[in-house]
C-alpha cells in the first residue's frame, strides 16, 4: 500500500522559509515523478514543483521558481521542498503526490496524495 506523508509545515513569516517533507513508502519509486501541490482556502488545487525520482530532473511553477527548490533523498525514500523568500500568497495546505509519468503537472493525473500539511505565512 502506497503512503505519502507530509510534514515540516507551520507558521512563517513574510522572507522566511520552511522545509516540508514526504515520505514515500509501499513501492518502488524510482520510475515515478514526485509533486508537490497547494491549495488555498476557496481555490483550485495547483502545481508548485515536480521532480523526477531518477535523475532528479525537475519542473516549477512560474510562481515559486527562484525561492522553491523540490530535491529527493533515494536512501531516504524522502522527497523536499525548501521554500525560501516566503510570501503571504504561499499559504495554503501542500500536497505530496506520485505518478508513474515524466514530469506531470496536472493533478488529476497524480495516482497517490499523501494527507496535505497547511502553510500559513504572515506579512
Known amino acids: 500500500q502506497v503512503q505519502l506523508v507530509e510534514s515540516g509545515g507551520g507558521l512563517a513569516q513574510a522572507g522566511g522559509s520552511l522545509r516540508l517533507s514526504c515520505a514515500a513508502s509501499?513501492?518502488?519509486?524510482?520510475?515515478?515523478?514526485m509533486g508537490w501541490f497547494r491549495q488555498a482556502e476557496g481555490k483550485e488545487r495547483e502545481f508548485v514543483a515536480c521532480i523526477r525520482w531518477s535523475g532528479g530532473s525537475t519542473y516549477y511553477a512560474d510562481s515559486v521558481k527562484g525561492r522553491f527548490t523540490i530535491s529527493r533523498d533515494n536512501a531516504k525514500n524522502t522527497v523536499y521542498l525548501q521554500m525560501n523568500t516566503l510570501k503571504p500568497e504561499d499559504t495554503a495546505v501542500y500536497y505530496c503526490?506520485?505518478?508513474?509519468?515524466?514530469?506531470?503537472?496536472?493533478?488529476?493525473?497524480?495516482?497517490?496524495w499523501g494527507q496535505g500539511t497547511q502553510v500559513t505565512v504572515s506579512s
Open positions: 503526490a506520485a505518478v508513474s509519468a515524466y514530469l506531470v503537472v496536472r493533478p488529476a493525473e497524480y495516482d497517490y
Open positions: 509501499g513501492r518502488t519509486f524510482s520510475r515515478y515523478t
